[in-house]
Every structure is written in C-alpha cells, then in structure tokens.
C-alpha cells in the first residue's frame, strides 16, 4: 500500500510562484510513474504533469508547458510540481497521484492506482 500526502497548496496573485510536493509511504516500489492532477469545481479531474522514476521522462499537459516543471528526489520520496507564471485558471485542487511498475507516464487519470487527498490552489487576478 501506498501513501500520498500533498503539501504546498495556498492563495497567489496571478503570475506568482507555488512550489508543491507530495510525499510518498508504505511500500516503496523499485520502477514506478508519478502524476500530478488538477480538479476545479464542476471540471473533470485533468493531468498536469508525469514522470518516470526510472529515466526521469516527464510529460506535461499543453495549457502548463513551459510554467510548470516535475521533478523528483528519489532519496526523499518525494515528487514536485514548480508552478510558475500562475493564471486564475489553474485554480484548483491539485491532486498527487503513483502508478506502480510504469515506465512510461500516462497523462490520465485512470492510468494511477494510488492518490493523495489534494491541496488547494487558489490564483486571483
């Protein structure tokens, strides 16, 4: 089983800075992909940015390429999503998310098992 805690989430003027993480427990697979989602009241969970643990290939949805970026520190079990240049349309709950044994993220919800409870980013124009 697999743990997801969220943390960094909070309130921004439109082109401000969030840095988010999410600490992964419990079991610790050897090859696994990490995503990061988003949900907006009444929209559809979408996909923000993956990566792979092993090889460090990342995908990014077009609407945050070039803003945001994913990264990993794999000794702290911990994944980061470095949002930059924030616009009130990414407002949202955003979500952490693990697919165990993944080489190749898929930037879509039902391609993660494991997920974390979300925190909430707010931007104002």
């Known amino acids: 089983q697999v743990q997801l805690v969220e943390s960094g989430g909070g309130s921004v003027q439109a082109g401000g800075s969030l840095r988010l993480s999410c600490a992964a427990s419990?079991?610790?697979?050897?090859?696994?992909?990490m995503g990061w989602f988003r949900q907006a009241p009444g929209k559809l969970r979408e996909g923000v940015a993956a990566?792979?643990?092993?090889?460090?290939?990342?995908y990014y949805a077009d609407s945050v390429k070039g803003r945001f970026t994913i990264s990993q520190d794999n000794a702290k079990n911990t994944v980061y999503l470095q949002m930059n240049s924030l616009k009130p349309e990414d407002s949202a709950t955003y979500y952490c998310a693990e697919e165990p044994g993944c080489w190749v993220p898929i930037l879509q919800v039902g391609a993660f098992r494991y997920w974390g409870q979300g925190t909430q980013v707010t931007v104002s124009s």
């Open positions: 990566i792979g643990t092993v090889g460090g290939s990342t």
């Open positions: 419990g079991y610790t697979y050897s090859r696994y992909c």
